[in-house]
Protein backbone atom coordinates (compact mmCIF):
# COMPACT_ATOMS: atom_id res chain seq x y z
CA UNK A 1 0.00 0.00 0.00
CA UNK A 2 1.26 4.04 -0.34
CA UNK A 3 3.14 4.80 2.44
CA UNK A 4 4.31 8.53 3.08
CA UNK A 5 6.87 8.99 5.87
CA UNK A 6 7.81 12.78 7.04
CA UNK A 7 11.22 13.42 9.09
CA UNK A 8 13.10 16.21 9.58
CA UNK A 9 10.72 18.61 12.09
CA UNK A 10 12.11 19.94 15.39
CA UNK A 11 12.33 23.12 17.50
CA UNK A 12 14.45 25.91 16.13
CA UNK A 13 14.38 29.89 16.89
CA UNK A 14 12.88 32.13 14.64
CA UNK A 15 15.45 33.07 11.61
CA UNK A 16 16.56 29.40 11.82
CA UNK A 17 16.12 26.89 8.84
CA UNK A 18 15.13 22.85 8.80
CA UNK A 19 14.71 20.45 5.57
CA UNK A 20 11.91 18.63 6.04
CA UNK A 21 11.54 15.20 4.18
CA UNK A 22 8.66 12.79 2.49
CA UNK A 23 9.87 9.47 1.83
CA UNK A 24 7.36 7.59 -0.48
CA UNK A 25 6.55 4.17 -1.36
CA UNK A 26 3.66 1.74 -2.89
CA UNK A 27 3.10 3.97 -5.95
CA UNK A 28 4.89 5.06 -9.23
CA UNK A 29 6.50 8.13 -7.84
CA UNK A 30 7.29 10.26 -10.65
CA UNK A 31 3.58 10.23 -11.66
CA UNK A 32 2.69 12.03 -8.86
CA UNK A 33 2.77 15.65 -7.82
CA UNK A 34 3.36 16.05 -4.55
CA UNK A 35 2.63 18.49 -2.31
CA UNK A 36 3.16 20.22 1.66
CA UNK A 37 0.05 21.18 4.00
CA UNK A 38 0.68 22.52 7.15
CA UNK A 39 -1.75 22.75 9.64
CA UNK A 40 -1.38 24.89 12.95
CA UNK A 41 -3.64 24.45 16.49
CA UNK A 42 -7.19 25.61 16.36
CA UNK A 43 -5.93 26.54 12.25
CA UNK A 44 -7.34 24.91 9.18
CA UNK A 45 -5.01 23.03 7.24
CA UNK A 46 -3.19 25.53 4.59
CA UNK A 47 -1.06 24.31 1.23
CA UNK A 48 2.30 25.58 1.43
CA UNK A 49 4.11 24.43 -1.64
CA UNK A 50 3.15 21.93 -4.56
CA UNK A 51 5.73 19.98 -6.97
CA UNK A 52 5.24 18.32 -10.45
CA UNK A 53 6.07 14.67 -10.76
CA UNK A 54 9.15 15.68 -13.07
CA UNK A 55 10.27 18.15 -10.88
CA UNK A 56 9.80 21.10 -13.27
CA UNK A 57 6.75 22.96 -12.11
CA UNK A 58 6.61 24.27 -8.44
CA UNK A 59 3.35 26.61 -6.78
CA UNK A 60 3.96 28.11 -3.51
CA UNK A 61 1.54 30.04 -0.81
CA UNK A 62 2.11 33.84 -1.09
CA UNK A 63 3.41 33.26 3.25
CA UNK A 64 6.27 30.99 1.97
CA UNK A 65 7.09 32.53 -1.24
CA UNK A 66 11.05 33.29 -1.29
CA UNK A 67 11.56 31.35 2.08
CA UNK A 68 11.08 28.33 0.93
CA UNK A 69 11.88 25.36 -1.20
CA UNK A 70 10.39 22.20 -2.47
CA UNK A 71 12.17 19.77 -4.75
CA UNK A 72 12.09 16.44 -5.36
CA UNK A 73 14.65 13.26 -6.11
CA UNK A 74 12.48 10.37 -8.21
CA UNK A 75 15.54 8.28 -7.82
CA UNK A 76 15.04 8.15 -4.11
CA UNK A 77 11.34 8.46 -4.51
CA UNK A 78 11.39 11.23 -1.67
CA UNK A 79 10.49 15.35 -1.63
CA UNK A 80 11.94 17.67 0.21
CA UNK A 81 10.62 20.62 1.73
CA UNK A 82 13.67 23.68 2.81
CA UNK A 83 12.31 25.72 5.08
CA UNK A 84 14.46 29.27 5.67
CA UNK A 85 14.05 31.87 7.72
CA UNK A 86 11.15 30.31 9.72
CA UNK A 87 8.88 32.86 11.92
CA UNK A 88 6.83 31.92 14.70
CA UNK A 89 3.39 31.83 12.22
CA UNK A 90 4.86 29.06 10.53
CA UNK A 91 5.07 26.76 13.34
CA UNK A 92 2.57 23.60 12.75
CA UNK A 93 2.44 20.11 11.94
CA UNK A 94 3.54 19.69 8.20
CA UNK A 95 2.21 16.70 6.19
CA UNK A 96 3.29 15.52 2.51
CA UNK A 97 1.01 14.64 0.03
CA UNK A 98 0.37 12.87 -3.29
CA UNK A 99 -2.12 12.90 -6.36
CA UNK A 100 -1.92 11.70 -9.57
CA UNK A 101 -0.98 14.59 -11.94
CA UNK A 102 -4.32 14.37 -14.03
CA UNK A 103 -6.61 14.77 -10.39
CA UNK A 104 -7.00 17.70 -8.11
CA UNK A 105 -7.71 15.94 -4.62
CA UNK A 106 -5.07 14.24 -3.08
CA UNK A 107 -5.19 10.91 -2.24
CA UNK A 108 -2.37 9.80 -0.22
CA UNK A 109 -1.27 11.95 3.15
CA UNK A 110 1.57 11.43 5.66
CA UNK A 111 1.73 11.32 9.48
CA UNK A 112 2.97 15.32 9.57
CA UNK A 113 6.17 16.14 11.25
CA UNK A 114 6.25 18.78 13.83
CA UNK A 115 7.62 22.32 13.26
CA UNK A 116 8.08 24.79 16.13
CA UNK A 117 9.57 28.14 16.29
CA UNK A 118 10.44 30.38 18.98
CA UNK A 119 10.73 34.00 18.76
Known amino acids: QVQLVESG ?3 V ?3 GSL ?3 CA ?4 TFSTYDMGWFRQAPGKEREFVARISG ?3 TTDYAESVKGRFTISRDNAKN ?3 LQVNNLKPEDAAIYYCAARLYYVSVYAYWGQGTQ ?3 SS
Open 9 to 11: GGS
Open 13 to 15: QAG
Open 19 to 21: RLS
Open 24 to 27: ASGL
Open 54 to 56: SGV
Open 78 to 80: TVY
Open 115 to 117: VTV
